[in-house]
DNA sequence: TCCATTGATACCTTTTCCGCATTTATGGGA
DNA sequence: TCCCATAAATGCGGAAAAGGTATCAATGGA
């Protein structure tokens, strides 16, 4: 008992003539007779009465038409959907990014490609780069927007635009005198960043400032989210090396540029293997937006 | 490309193993494969990535996995109805009845019927007998309650109980001095009934009841609901012959007894060739009610 | 490097399905 | 009343689809 027996009794519902039923689907009258009736049989119901002279719907039948008109909808429908996801032109595609991401080059990446791809559902997931990298490599996120990091050899990498590290203090720091700050000038002061299982390229780019002028961090607080950490700063709880891009218009703190400032630079990664066919009309937008 | 791949490929997406799969499937690795491929190139869309080692879904293999449990989900649905239908216990009955039953039986027959048959969706119709008729020879009803008349081949009757032609009169109308009326009375008064194309057998018994006697009815209006007899009455456009049942609570009439008065049986019929199911359930409750 | 696992392929058997010929049943017309 | 035309059911043989057995090929782990 299949689809095939229901279009079969769906034309003979609508022609209500085993022969022309026969017709419109390409067979002659007595396999198309044996095939109601093994649906009858199947079903245990009889679905139309029948003399050599007239055919007509049992209730049971009439039901069973339009039940079965709605199955094969949703089974094409199935179909079609199956074939649009392969496409690209359906389905889901997950995105991570770093929460300040939020803040650049996300509103416009999700704007423009939902606009390209109406029909597929974005599901957005801010995280930490750790976890972008992670979940890019078990399947869980088909793109990340994240630091670029080492390379891996099967993520691959698509570079967006170039941060920079930058130093942010409560209003009326000291520091807040100078204009350029070099590392020397970190010397013993509380320092607040993320935590390196979080978000080692940052924390690397922190320690390449530093350590190259023989300074060494003085790490306080190690919180998830830059946010955080800048709230922690404007209550003057310490300092923080901070992508420049999280600190336009946050209130209470006061951003001051660093002495050849760190490079940080945001990039998307896919999977080299990327199964999902959503992604690519992605990475096809990304050439076509110039972030800064 | 029908249900049955389906359902390996659902048996495949839960196992991710070609043989454990064949095996729920109660058959052997290579027809299944055979299937899985042949559902494949049916689509044009690759639905698991496989290598030797391990299976896994495509994005449009996750996207026709859920959807194939769905338009299962309905197929059963589907058959499942059909047979609830042919039992009685699912579908449509159809009912029709003489307008002023909804003040005797209908009320009572349909309280029982739904809690009967929860299942079956009961639809009423209000009509005239004579629509009642055709209605149950064409099939556009199941099943209708009205006066008995003249019997049909096709056509099965059921008693339900017996009503009496009254005499109805506006209040204060000089037939009130009289206690019970006898068909002398009536000569020469304007008389209002039913039309003898809507209801013949009410007709009937309204000329039996004065013919017998000589006197001839001198009809005036002949609209087609009882209720609009009522109304014109109490206007004290006409006197008027009418079912006693319907006079209980009317205001502004004035109901009165006829000398033997003509007996109006009321009955439920069906057609002899019953094909919906539901009827059934219909005619056995008729043996637990008593009406009056 | 070898071996176990697992999906794909080749080939054959079984089952299902379809087409042709024929039968059966029924309604209309002579 | 009989005959005939129409239409669905049935019998049977061939074709197509599905399944089974044996085997091959690829891959990951010991």
């Known amino acids: 008992m299949d689809t095939r027996q229901m279009r079969y009794f769906i034309a003979l519902a609508e022609t209500l003539h085993f022969g022309h039923a026969a017709a419109r689907m390409n067979m002659t009258q007595p396999p198309f007779s044996r095939q109601i009736a093994n649906l009858e049989r199947d079903l245990g119901v009889r679905l139309v009465e029948r003399t050599s002279r007239q055919v007509t719907l049992t209730p049971a039948g009439e039901r069973f038409l339009a039940d079965a008109r709605a199955v094969l909808a949703r089974f094409d429908d199935a179909c079609r959907d199956a074939r649009l996801v392969a496409e ?3 389905g889901a595609l997950s995105l991570g990014f770093m929460m300040h991401a939020a803040q650049t ?5 999700v704007r423009r490609y939902t606009a390209l791809q109406p029909g597929v559902r974005l599901s957005l997931c801010e995280t930490t780069p750790m976890e972008i990298e992670q979940g890019l490599i078990n399947g869980t996120l088909d793109a990340g927007i994240t630091f670029s990091g080492r390379a891996m050899p099967q993520i691959e990498v698509w570079p967006l635009f170039t941060d920079h590290l930058c130093l942010v203090t409560a209003p009326g720091h000291p520091l807040t005198e100078l204009d350029v700050i070099s590392p020397q000038d970190l010397a013993g002061l509380p320092v607040i960043a993320v935590s390196p299982q979080a978000a080692p390229t940052l924390r690397n780019a922190i320690e390449d400032f530093c ?3 023989g300074v060494e961090p003085q790490y ?3 919180p998830l989210l830059q946010h955080t950490i800048l709230r922690l700063v404007a209550a ?3 300092i923080a090396l901070v992508p420049e891009s999280i600190c336009r218009g946050v209130p209470d703190i006061d951003a001051r540029p660093l002495v050849s400032a760190p490079e940080l630079p945001v990039v998307l990664k896919t999977r080299r293997s990327r199964t999902n066919p959503a992604v690519q009309p992605l ?3 990304l050439g076509s937006i110039t972030f800064f």
């Open 211 to 213: 350590t190259p002028a």
């Open 283 to 285: 990475l096809d937008l």
């Open 236 to 238: 003057d709880l310490g």
């Open 105 to 109: 080059v996300v509103p416009e990446i």
């Open 220 to 222: 306080r607080f190690e």
């Open 88 to 90: 690209g032109r359906a």
